[in-house]
């Protein structure tokens, strides 16, 4: 059986004291109100030397960029990481609450601590680096578990061999760039010991502290067996949450029948929190089940109404479309995932999704949503000061390739992959005739659900996760067969006000080519539907705000 205990008040005592918080703090008060960037969101190479004097770090005669210093890089990591540093518009400066690490209950200091550590470890390089986050997450939990288990965790051979034999089986599973792990050279070992025992989570002796022993059991893979309950299913999936869970759960749902496992994740999501509701209901809305009468039985239920009528409008869109009641339980429901999942600036912006437009609007409505979590969050962000911020925007440029034709457009961070999809078709003027691919600069690709393709689900990404950084860029292709290709790039962030809650086309250039037309000269030229960018906003009013 799963279990899961909170952490406990010693715990965050260790990771709110550990070496490298300790030195978070000093990089944090060496930036002061604000220090200019590097585009990649490192302190410039004039200013590095400064930076690790104040940590005591020696530096070289010439610094071409922060990186020639590694250990710099690292503390710089596991600030910004950890909240004790910001960076914001191109420069870096202490967060408010840099120093109160202490502070927060337990669960939340310790969950940055290990957001912290997952940032700095230093991992591999070049083509021998783990692939993504679930990779990254299991590479920690095997260097964490052969230490633990080694004959001698002081000996880079023998814990190099003990996780060679773990990664032969299948309960590790890493792929061939993680063979960074097993093949360290004496250095690269005594590197990542000491990266360890100065974030607390190795003692002197490279064995696993009580800290440590907390961080394994948070990233070791989880362990899915088919006899499993519904809840244990749940229980594994919410201590380590993997970017797509069916391939690991698709075992357990041939054991239980797709009909009878929707039937206990429903149960299980009408008697529980919010984020292990949500989790049951995003793993109910994928099973190939015969009968949806269960998602029906559901629309009766006080909690499960909304989301199961919206599962039951995306299967059949032809029913009656969701109520303004149910679409503003769902806005608070995404709300209180942010709030509960500790991440401040994901909620302040799905706040200002909530219909108003003033914030204390905003919070009338909240209060209005019959959410079971509407006081407490309206709580939360009323002493949050929520009421008096301002919604932000990122200005993304489409261009389309080979053609010289762009636009300019202000979308909301929150907007979902699919959304993008209809800003982009809306402003380029295609019909949405074909089918379409993102691709994203982790290399993912994604496409709507419906799709027969192995990508992930375009309505399940959000613009502020799809664009981790100010420069990211993103691939669009439109119509798999013509393949007329984009570059989505985004340029900044700014902040929203009146007109800003729906998609702005801002500017352009270029006529655009009409799809499904042939050359109309010899030269291949086609024919091409006129830029005019306020017919193309009173359109994206239509498409966002029908109302």
Same mark, same amino acid.
């Given at each position: 059986?799963?279990?899961?205990?909170?952490?406990?008040?010693?715990?965050?005592?260790?990771?709110?004291?550990?070496?490298?918080?300790?030195?978070?703090?000093?990089?944090?008060?060496?930036?002061? #109100?604000?220090?200019?960037?590097?585009?990649?969101?490192?302190?410039? #190479?004039?200013?590095?030397?400064?930076?690790?004097?104040?940590?005591?770090?020696? &530096? *070289?005669?010439?610094?071409?960029?922060?990186?020639?210093?590694?250990? %710099?890089?690292?503390?710089?990591?596991?600030?910004?990481?950890?909240?004790?540093?910001?960076?914001?518009?191109?420069?870096?400066?202490?967060?408010?609450?840099?120093?109160?690490?202490?502070?927060?209950? *337990?669960?939340?200091?310790?969950?940055?601590?290990?957001?912290?550590?997952?940032?700095?470890?230093?991992?591999?390089?070049?083509?021998?680096?783990?692939?993504? @986050?679930?990779?990254?997450?299991?590479?920690?939990?095997?260097?964490?578990? &052969?230490?633990?288990?080694?004959?001698?965790?002081?000996?880079?051979?023998?814990?190099?061999?003990?996780?060679?034999?773990?990664?032969?089986?299948?309960?590790?599973?890493?792929?061939?760039?993680?063979?960074?792990?097993?093949?360290?050279?004496?250095?690269?070992?005594? $590197?990542?010991?000491?990266?360890?025992?100065?974030?607390?989570?190795? @003692?002197?002796?490279?064995?696993?502290? #009580?800290?440590?022993?907390?961080?394994?059991?948070?990233?070791?893979?989880?362990?899915?067996?088919?006899?499993?309950?519904?809840?244990?299913?749940?229980?594994?999936?919410?201590?380590?949450?993997?970017? =797509?869970?069916?391939?690991?759960?698709?075992?357990?749902?041939?054991? $239980?029948?797709?009909?009878?496992?929707? $039937?206990?994740?429903?149960?299980?999501?009408?008697?529980?929190?919010?984020?292990?509701?949500?989790?049951?209901?995003?793993?109910?809305?994928?099973?190939?089940?015969?009968?949806?009468?269960?998602?029906?039985?559901?629309?009766?239920?006080?909690?499960?109404?909304?989301?199961?009528?919206?599962?039951?409008? =995306?299967? @059949?869109?032809?029913?009656?479309?969701?109520?303004?009641?149910?679409?503003?339980?769902?806005?608070?429901?995404?709300?209180?995932?942010?709030?509960?999942?500790?991440?401040?600036?994901?909620?302040?912006?799905?706040?200002?999704?909530?219909?108003?437009?003033?914030?204390?609007?905003? %919070?009338?409505?909240?209060?209005?949503?019959?959410?079971?979590?509407?006081?407490?969050?309206?709580?939360?962000?009323?002493?949050?000061?929520?009421?008096?911020?301002?919604?932000?925007?990122?200005?993304?440029?489409?261009?389309?390739?080979?053609?010289?034709?762009?636009?300019?457009?202000?979308?909301?961070?929150?907007?979902?992959?699919?959304?993008?999809?209809?800003?982009?078709?809306?402003?380029?003027?295609?019909?949405?005739?074909?089918?379409?691919?993102?691709?994203?600069?982790?290399?993912?690709?994604?496409?709507?659900?419906?799709? @027969?393709?192995?990508? =992930?689900?375009?309505?399940?990404?959000?613009?502020?996760?799809?664009?981790?950084?100010?420069?990211?860029?993103?691939?669009?292709?439109?119509? %798999?067969?013509?393949?007329?290709?984009?570059?989505?790039?985004? $340029?900044?962030?700014?902040?929203?006000?009146?007109?800003?809650?729906? *998609?702005?086309?801002?500017?352009?250039?270029?006529?655009?080519?009409?799809?499904?037309?042939?050359?109309?000269?010899?030269?291949?030229?086609?024919?091409?539907?006129?830029?005019?960018?306020?017919?193309?906003?009173?359109?994206?009013?239509?498409?966002?705000?029908?109302?």
């Amino acid at each position: 059986m799963t279990t899961s205990t909170s952490p406990s008040p010693a715990l965050a005592l260790a990771a709110s004291s550990c070496r490298l918080a300790a030195r978070a703090r000093t990089l944090a008060a060496w930036l002061g #109100p604000g220090r200019a960037l590097t585009p990649t969101g490192m302190p410039k #190479p004039s200013d590095a030397p400064a930076a690790a004097a104040a940590l005591g770090i020696p &530096a *070289p005669g010439r610094v071409r960029r922060a990186a020639d210093i590694p250990e %710099l890089g690292m503390v710089w990591s596991f600030a910004r990481a950890g909240g004790f540093v910001i960076v914001d518009r191109g420069r870096g400066r202490a967060a408010a609450a840099e120093s109160d690490w202490p502070k927060p209950p *337990p669960q939340t200091v310790v969950r940055r601590w290990l957001d912290a550590l997952s940032a700095a470890i230093p991992f591999g390089a070049g083509t021998e680096r783990p692939r993504d @986050d679930d990779e990254h997450a299991t590479c920690i939990a095997v260097l964490l578990f &052969a230490l633990s288990t080694a004959d001698d965790p002081g000996d880079a051979g023998c814990v190099s061999a003990r996780i060679l034999e773990m990664t032969r089986g299948g309960q590790w599973p890493l792929s061939w760039r993680c063979s960074f792990l097993w093949t360290q050279e004496e250095h690269e070992f005594e $590197q990542l010991c000491t990266f360890l025992v100065d974030a607390g989570a190795a @003692d002197s002796n490279r064995g696993l502290t #009580p800290l440590g022993s907390w961080a394994l059991e948070q990233l070791r893979p989880a362990q899915i067996t088919p006899p499993m309950s519904t809840t244990d299913l749940l229980g594994e999936l919410q201590r380590r949450p993997l970017r =797509d869970p069916y391939p690991a759960i698709w075992p357990w749902i041939e054991v $239980q029948g797709p009909d009878t496992a929707l $039937q206990g994740l429903l149960a299980e999501a009408g008697r529980a929190d919010t984020p292990r509701r949500r989790l049951a209901l995003e793993l109910a809305a994928q099973l190939p089940v015969v009968s949806d009468e269960p998602w029906h039985r559901a629309t009766a239920h006080p909690v499960l109404g909304p989301p199961a009528r919206r599962v039951l409008w =995306d299967d @059949d869109p032809t029913q009656q479309a969701l109520s303004p009641q149910d679409l503003l339980w769902l806005a608070v429901d995404e709300c209180a995932a942010a709030w509960l999942g500790d991440d401040p600036a994901r909620l302040l912006e799905r706040f200002h999704d909530l219909p108003g437009a003033t914030g204390p609007e905003r %919070l009338t409505a909240l209060h209005g949503s019959d959410h079971p979590d509407a006081a407490a969050l309206a709580d939360h962000l009323a002493r949050s000061g929520a009421e008096q911020s301002q919604p932000s925007v990122y200005q993304l440029k489409i261009s389309l390739t080979g053609w010289g034709v762009w636009r300019r457009v202000l979308v909301r961070p929150t907007l979902t992959l699919g959304d993008l999809h209809e800003v982009i078709r809306t402003v380029l003027d295609w019909d949405d005739d074909h089918l379409h691919l993102f691709q994203g600069p982790d290399r993912r690709t994604y496409a709507p659900h419906w799709c @027969d393709l192995d990508v =992930d689900d375009e309505d399940t990404v959000l613009v502020v996760d799809a664009f981790p950084r100010k420069g990211s860029i993103m691939g669009y292709t439109y119509d %798999l067969g013509e393949c007329w290709r984009h570059e989505i790039t985004y $340029q900044k962030t700014l902040a929203g006000g009146p007109g800003t809650a729906h *998609p702005v086309c801002t500017a352009g250039h270029g006529d655009s080519p009409i799809e499904d037309s042939l050359p109309e000269n010899e030269d291949g030229t086609y024919p091409t539907a006129p830029f005019a960018i306020d017919d193309i906003n009173e359109c994206l009013i239509r498409v966002f705000s029908p109302n």
